[in-house]
């Protein structure tokens, strides 16, 4: 006669206390192998800052003619440590980083500078790449710097838009032009050179519209005579003679203007575009459209909050 309890005697994969102990194996296997993977990546980070802290601070090096030095320093009252490139400041990191304090983060970055200029490597390759949680600085595969979300917080200026400030201060410490991608190969008022300028990080989003045949010939808010086909603009407070890229967000075209008069008025505008501007991005049909409107300045301007002092 078949008997439970003699079954279950002779299974012991049936018993409760059998996954008791199947339970508490694994547990201790995963603990053991996730304190291992700490302990390895500990090592590791322990390794880094031993390396890091033995860099020196200071390089020169030689190319062609000329001595180019790379140099960190670190400011005492306020732990951020920069990286000056031939006595101007490209970058300033204000942030741990991975377990890498900032003055670290500096060496590491002067290093590979140095390296990348002992290579002879050119200066026109070094761009912003956006590796999600973190934006960098390359010349080709290479990283040479790292923007983290805390540190462009604390400059107050977009993740994104301080790895491009970071990246023309570089570029232009070693001899290059800097890179303006987004003010190239679109419309500009005349005389308007892209390598000249720079985002302020300064953006207003709204509707926008366009004035043009009934205005043509009229005196502008500034003192000038309004002509439609410049590619002008009217605000309701911008100075006059502020440079703005104005992009349409319905068409994804772009246009840079120049504020030369007041307006508009309409309820929910925020500027107002000659005709040559509305045409060049697709408003004059729809009258109106959703745009984005960043405002430059010349790319000689420093900021000091984010480097460059």
């Known amino acids: 006669m078949f008997s439970t309890t003699r079954f279950l005697a002779h299974t012991p994969f049936l018993r409760p206390k059998f996954y008791q102990q199947v339970a508490l194996m694994t547990g201790a296997l995963l603990t053991l192998y996730f304190s291992a993977a700490i302990a390895q990546q500990v090592a590791a980070q322990s390794e880094e800052i031993n390396t890091?802290?033995?860099?020196?601070?200071?390089?020169?090096?030689?190319?062609?003619?000329?001595?180019?030095?790379?140099?960190v320093h670190t400011y005492a009252e306020t732990g951020f440590s920069s990286v000056f490139v031939n006595h101007k400041e490209v970058v300033k990191f204000r942030a741990t980083l991975d377990g890498i304090d900032p003055e670290l983060r500096a060496k590491r970055t002067a290093s590979r500078i140095a390296e990348f200029v002992k290579q002879e490597?050119?200066?026109?390759?070094?761009?912003?790449?956006?590796?999600g949680e973190a934006?960098?600085?390359?010349?080709?595969?290479?990283?040479?710097?790292?923007?983290?979300?805390e540190t462009a917080e604390q400059a107050e200026v977009p993740k994104a838009r301080l790895a491009s400030i970071w990246s023309n201060y570089l570029?232009?410490?070693?001899?290059?032009?800097?890179?303006?991608?987004?003010?190239?190969?679109?419309?500009?008022?005349?005389?308007?050179?892209?390598?000249?300028?720079?985002?302020s990080g300064t953006v207003m989003k709204g509707m926008a519209s366009w004035y043009g045949p009934g205005f043509h010939g009229r005196t502008a808010a500034n003192g000038s005579r309004y002509n439609m086909y410049e590619m002008t603009a009217a605000h309701k407070t911008l100075p006059f003679g502020t440079l703005v890229r104005v992009k349409n967000e319905w068409t994804g075209k772009s246009c840079i203007v120049k504020i030369t008069d007041r307006g508009p008025y309409a309820h929910g505008r925020i500027i107002d575009l000659s005709k040559a501007a509305?045409?060049?991005?697709?408003?004059?049909?729809?009258?109106?459209?959703?745009?984005?409107?960043d405002i430059l300045k010349p790319a000689e301007v420093a900021t000091r909050n984010i480097g460059n002092s």
Do not use: C, M
Not at 52 to 67: G, K
Not at 278 to 290: E, F, M, P, R, Y
């Open 121 to 131: 490597n050119d200066p026109n390759t070094i761009a912003v790449n956006d590796e």
């Open 52 to 71: 890091l802290t033995a860099l020196p601070v200071t390089y020169q090096l030689q190319q062609d003619e000329n001595t180019v030095e790379v140099k």
């Open 171 to 199: 570029r232009r410490a070693l001899g290059a032009d800097p890179f303006n991608g987004e003010l190239k190969d679109i419309a500009v008022p005349k005389g308007f050179k892209a390598e000249n300028y720079e985002f």
């Open 278 to 293: 509305a045409q060049s991005i697709g408003l004059t049909k729809s009258g109106v459209a959703q745009v984005k409107v």
């Open 135 to 149: 934006t960098v600085i390359k010349a080709d595969d290479a990283v040479l710097a790292t923007v983290d979300p």
